[in-house]
């Protein structure tokens, strides 16, 4: 079968790329409709990336919603059966607001999602995974990683009505907020030391995990901190190891995630273009009783990547102009040499100022003599 992969676009690769990755690994893959009930999500709204989701009613008077997520289909369409495990992976059109454009989008969204009886392997895995959908993507790549255990048990020592602007400091890496809501509710110097540590934290975790270790013991997180330790392991003596960080500020919503969260982020795009994390949460929020991890690569982030060789620079490799008149047996014996080379070839009578072309090749002479110039 012929080579097709010079015919797909970037996006379509890099969308192959993870499914093979994923397929690889047992993963298998899970089609959703283009839109479920609104009630869906409207019930798990903080759940969702942007609030905003596009709806419609049906011929029954059902109030609908274009899909703005995928997870919480493969929470609706999967069943609790003890030890079974579900992996999946899937590449999925979404609907919501562009992070780039700030306006409705239909986005391409890959991901998985290891849903069951998933035990310490089963994170260690989906955590590799993380990681080596960003090396796919582009080389010079982080994954920032961390446990929500740790900062829900310094939480658990202050003021209810604190917790909120101190999660909104401690997610900004802003120490400065954490000690100004620590004043206005009198938090215990110890425990407000605490978080601004956890706010500016970040780095490998050889250097970050000893420093975890005080906060772990004087709030008994020690289990937590080991099933950080444990999640990091499977990157020990890998190339993936140079691309990991242990941030303590990384955080997803509290009411849905729990233990291991992580985002990931590619050199030349300023935000996340990947996030995921354990939601047995949101599990019992939607009266489950197993357990799930997974996360999602938001290609849409990816636009602002800059062409590399990866990527494809122009509408085709070599713009061939030709006479009018030259005959189309001769017009075709000259596009399948330049074919053969490997090149993808365009042909036209006269430039297209729209088209981009690497190369622009001539084709002139008359009914008994043809020559073929190349105009660089």
């Given at each position: ?21 994923y ?5 298998q ?70 992070k ?24 260690c ?29 310094v ?11 101190l ?5 900004e ?33 050889a ?7 005080g906060?772990?013991?004087?709030y008994?997180?020690?289990?937590a ?27 997803d ?12 982020f ?8 990947l ?11 939607m ?17 602002r ?20 008149d ?23 009578v006269?430039?297209?100022p ?23």
């Amino acid at each position: 079968m012929n080579d097709l992969s010079g015919a797909l676009t970037w996006e379509e690769r890099v969308t192959f790329t993870l499914r093979s990755l994923y397929a690889r690994y047992g993963y298998q893959p899970y089609k959703m409709s283009k839109f479920e009930e609104y009630d869906l999500y409207v019930r798990n709204k903080d759940f969702l990336i942007s609030d905003s989701v596009i709806t419609f009613t049906d011929t029954t008077g059902q109030l609908m919603a274009l899909k703005p997520d995928v997870t919480l289909s493969i929470i609706k369409n999967t069943r609790d059966e003890g030890s079974s495990i579900s992996k999946l992976y899937y590449n999925e059109n979404v609907y919501r607001v562009s992070k780039s454009s700030g306006s409705f989008r239909e986005l391409m969204q890959v991901g998985l999602e290891c849903v069951g009886g998933i035990g310490t392997a089963d994170v260690c895995e989906v955590l590799w995974l993380a990681a080596s959908s960003l090396a796919a993507i582009r080389p010079e790549f982080v994954l920032d990683v961390s446990h929500l255990g740790l900062i829900g048990a310094v939480l658990s020592s202050v003021p209810a009505e604190a917790e909120k602007a101190l999660l909104v400091s401690i997610g900004e890496k802003n120490p400065y907020g954490v000690a100004d809501t620590a004043r206005e509710y009198g938090i215990d110097p110890q425990a407000e030391q605490d978080l601004k540590t956890l706010a500016s934290l970040a780095g490998p975790a050889a250097e970050v995990v000893p420093k975890l270790e005080g906060i772990a013991v004087r709030y008994g997180a020690i289990d937590a901190l080991g099933e950080l330790k444990t999640a990091l392991s499977v990157f020990d003596g890998t190339p993936l190891c140079a691309g990991i960080r242990v941030d303590a500020s990384v955080l997803d919503d509290m009411k849905y995630y729990n233990g291991i969260v992580f985002k990931g982020f590619l050199r030349g795009v300023p935000e996340s273009v990947l996030s995921g994390g354990q939601y047995d949460r949101l599990m019992k929020r939607m009266h489950r009783d197993s357990r799930a991890i997974g996360f999602a690569v938001y290609l849409d982030g990816l636009e602002r990547l800059e062409t590399d060789g990866k990527a494809p620079r122009y509408d085709s490799d070599v713009l061939l102009l030709h006479d009018p008149d030259v005959p189309p047996a001769v017009l075709r014996e000259v596009k399948e040499r330049l074919i053969a080379d490997g090149l993808s070839v365009r042909s036209a009578v006269s430039r297209d100022p729209k088209i981009r072309a690497g190369r622009i090749v001539k084709l002139t002479g008359d009914s008994g003599s043809w020559e073929v110039t190349d105009l660089g």
